[in-house]
């Protein structure tokens, strides 16, 4: 497994490969992996492309501020090389710790699968203080899907066993698209769901208030955003995209007013460069990371 530099005039220009790890505000890390999608691949593709938009848009948000003195450190990918998806979720696991500990990490997907040990590391380092919020089309609540107890669509299965991490501590929103088996198991649970067509009744502020009294238990929080969580109009470059979903202007709106929870790290997954239009759904995860970083930081 390598970890390797990336070009210079990244993320807004806030690059600055000078900087030590334990020295930066945000430490972006990349994870080329699609072997766990039920659907369509590219995924891998996202973390290099972002970048090569990220290198074309000026360090403010679409509200005005400078983030010119964040300091930016992208160490990278970390790519799977010739693992298997266990012995690298290992791995990523184990960087991913560490980062927790320096920084605010942000993760650039990959399929949503990646999601497991990086959720799984700000446990270990924050325990029952950590509430996760996950927006996304989907519940990824699978045991298995298509064989694979570590496919994409079994994220937060994986990452409860153990009792690692408790239904209390995790909000889904956005959700449009349930599995049989989700329904099954979700059956007599009680579990923070927030549909998309429920949002919609109650508009984003009011979703926001949601969310933050769902985890208002918790201490920080961890922003796990499936780029599905937007319509296919919105982010077309996705595998397994599902109609009546949100605009990036809702998506910017809801990180805003989420703005009040301490933030300790985020990823955002699912974007797949070969299945998109002319970027637009690059462009959008790049800005929601610039929003988040605005707005968190
Ligand atoms: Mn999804």
């Known amino acids: 497994m390598k970890i390797r530099n990336s070009q210079p005039v990244v ?88 980062l927790f500990k320096i920084s605010f990490p942000t993760f650039v997907g990959g399929d949503h699968s990646v999601s497991i040990p990086l959720i799984k590391a700000a446990l270990g380092v924050y325990g029952e203080k950590l509430g996760v919020i996950h927006l996304d089309a989907h519940l990824d609540l699978c045991e298995e899907l298509d064989g694979n107890r570590l496919s994409h669509g079994c994220t937060h299965r994986r990452v409860m066993e153990g009792n690692c991490l408790s239904f209390n501590n995790i909000c889904f929103a956005g959700i449009r698209s349930f599995e049989q088996q989700e329904l ?65 202007r809702e998506l910017f709106i809801l990180l805003k007013e989420l703005s009040s929870l301490k933030f300790i790290g985020m990823d955002v997954v699912e974007v797949s460069p070969p299945l998109d239009q002319n970027d637009i759904t690059s462009f959008a995860a790049q800005r929601a990371i610039t929003e988040a970083w605005g707005y968190f930081l």
């Open 11 to 98: 993320w807004n220009g806030l690059h600055d490969h000078t900087l030590k790890p334990e020295d930066a505000d945000v430490v972006i890390m990349g994870l080329p992996f699609d072997k766990a999608t039920s659907f369509r691949k590219g995924a891998a593709e996202a973390p290099d492309r972002i970048r090569l938009v990220s290198g074309h848009i000026s360090p403010t948000t679409e509200e005005g501020k400078s983030l010119a003195d964040i300091k930016v450190l992208d160490i990278g990918d970390m790519a799977p090389e010739r693992l298997s998806q266990e012995e690298y979720f290992i791995s990523v696991e184990e960087k991913a710790s560490e």
């Open 184 to 248: 099954e198991f979700l059956n007599g649970l009680q579990a923070n769901i927030l549909t998309a067509a429920e949002i919609s009744r109650l508009g984003i502020e009011k979703t926001a208030d949601m969310i933050s009294k769902c985890l208002q238990h918790c201490e920080v929080y961890y922003l796990t955003l499936d780029i599905d969580f937007l319509d296919p109009a919105t982010a077309p470059g996705t595998g397994t995209p599902k109609p009546g979903g949100f605009t990036s």
